[in-house]
């Protein structure tokens, strides 16, 4: 049985996303999503970083290493 890790919803402060996980929102798709805020989809595109406005999680957007 192949097993994927899920992070609990929201229990991180910080996250690094890269342009393959776009887009992006709250709780991203990696994450369960039974426990956590409403799903909210977030430009972090613009400033190249952003707060989810639900649990003030900062996503940071880092290059993807070729």
Excluded: F, N
Aim: overall charge negative; aromatic content about 8%.
């Amino acid at each position: 049985m192949d097993e994927q890790k899920t992070l609990k919803a929201c229990s991180e402060q910080r996250y690094e996303i890269r342009r393959s996980d776009l887009p992006l929102s709250c709780p991203t798709s990696d994450m369960t999503a039974w426990d956590a805020h409403p799903k909210v989809y977030l430009d972090v595109e613009a400033m190249g970083e952003v707060l989810c406005p639900y649990c003030g999680a900062l996503y940071v957007l880092v290059e993807d290493k070729d």
